[in-house]
């Protein structure tokens, strides 16, 4: 019998990106019994997804939950279809091409796999990806270096395009929703790997997403980088969420790249507010405080 798969998908005023994103649902070569799509915007998707050919459940909420808490309602919505696996995505992806989820499925029997993901290449440039992979302690962009390499274990790219069996579900629960935005794609891989859950990157496939290449900065050529997001906002929840990720689970290596990266990066800029303000907000996740919306703590 043909295992089955559900979507789950969030949304937040991107109407073109959806629509884009549910034809190319709709066109994968493996059938999909529902897409959970919740939307906590302001534009009208639901006449889209009412007119789409996918099989999609429309989930309106009326309160911004953040990444963590929109996927987590999509993931309960896509899991109540009972199908065997869901797949995640975000509102500006979409499948590379029509077999993406059938290779993925191929690749996850093939390998005993419980969770499986592609790369994330740049719609404006598919042979770059997204975001990097580190290969032979080198940080790389380029997809044929990556590709070549067919398969890398026990690493991903959460969660855009991870088909996860339902029981993982069970096993290491949904994402954090106290994490809110940047920081609960991490917390899950590391729960995974706590659990020793079977999970890796196929290279072979791909999803197509906008790249976050403005964000990486490299502090030793492409040996040491850091991350630095672009709004304060986003920046507030990325370096607290690393903080208390770095605690959580006890991540020496990460602190280290932490303490030297971001001081070296700040300093050279000459940037002493940016490194009061990255000090204030890691130290706050390590102290496990200011979790929760933006409201809680004056955005």
Do not use: C
């Amino acid at each position: 019998m043909q295992e089955t798969v559900a979507v789950a998908a969030v949304t937040f005023d991107r109407p073109g990106d959806v629509q884009t994103l549910l034809a190319a649902l709709s066109h994968q070569d493996h059938p999909l019994v529902s897409v959970a799509l919740v939307d906590s915007g302001t534009q009208d998707v639901a006449s889209i997804a009412a007119h789409s050919a996918a099989p999609v459940n429309y989930i309106r909420s009326n309160s911004n939950l953040g990444g963590a808490g929109g996927f987590s309602l999509a993931i309960l919505s896509a899991m109540a279809s009972g199908a065997d696996w869901i797949w995640i995505m975000d509102d500006d992806a979409h499948p590379e091409d029509t077999t993406v989820l059938r290779s993925l499925l191929e690749a996850a029997h093939t390998r005993n796999l419980d969770v499986v993901l592609p790369l994330i290449v740049a719609p404006e440039d598919s042979s770059r990806l997204s975001f990097p992979f580190r290969v032979q302690g080198r940080t790389t962009h380029d997809r044929s270096q990556v590709e070549k390499l067919g398969f890398l274990p026990d690493i991903g790219q959460f969660f855009n395009g991870a088909l996860i069996r339902t029981d993982v579900f069970f096993r290491v629960g949904l994402p954090d929703l106290r994490l809110f935005i940047r920081g609960d794609e991490t917390d899950f891989m590391l729960r995974l790997r706590r659990a020793r859950i079977a999970f890796g990157t196929v290279t072979t496939v791909a999803l197509s997403h906008p790249p976050g290449w403005a964000e990486l900065k490299h502090v030793l050529g492409d040996r040491l980088h850091v991350l630095v997001p672009e709004t304060p906002f986003k920046r507030f929840y990325y370096f607290r969420n690393r903080g208390h990720l770095t605690r959580r689970y006890g991540r020496l290596r990460s602190f280290v790249v932490d303490a030297v990266g971001y001081p070296a990066y700040f300093l050279r800029r000459g940037d002493l507010r940016g490194l009061a303000s990255w000090a204030r907000t890691y130290a706050a996740g390590v102290r496990g405080r200011n979790f929760g919306p933006p409201s809680d703590f004056g955005f």
